[in-house]
């Protein structure tokens, strides 16, 4: 399985930008599918994953109210809507797969199958 990620690049505070996340082969259901970012100097952190199954959504405080996470099962691919960008969402995003049911959302370890990073860049 492959993720690749797409759809980074420059914008202004207060705008948006949507990345992709498409897999090279199906989801199974019991899995979930997510972003991490990571900013220079920091860890990488939690951004939001969405249930295969089902649909359930789960969003870092940082970003809730302004980005959205969603699916297109027949394109198998992840989207992430990001709207009022700050300067504090400037980082590396990743695409990450679990490769089995979804138990610690914001737990790293729990996603076993990454994506090449993704820049976004905002300025002020």
């Known amino acids: 399985v492959q993720l690749q990620a797409s759809g980074g690049g420059v914008a202004q505070a207060g705008g948006y930008l949507r990345l992709s996340c498409a897999s090279s082969?199906?989801?199974?259901?019991?899995?979930?599918r997510g972003w991490f970012r990571q900013a220079p100097g920091k860890e990488r952190e939690f951004v939001a994953t969405?249930?295969?199954?089902?649909?359930?959504?789960y969003y870092a405080d940082s970003v809730k109210g302004r980005f959205t996470i969603s699916k297109d099962r027949a394109k198998n691919t992840v989207y992430l809507q990001m709207n009022d960008l700050k300067s504090d969402d400037t980082a590396v995003y990743y695409c990450a797969s679990t490769n089995g049911p979804l138990s610690s959302y914001r737990d790293i370890d729990q996603y076993k199958i990454w994506g090449q990073g993704t820049l976004v860049t905002v300025s002020s």
């Open positions: 082969t199906s989801t199974f259901s019991s899995n979930a």
């Open positions: 969405i249930r295969w199954n089902g649909g359930n959504t």
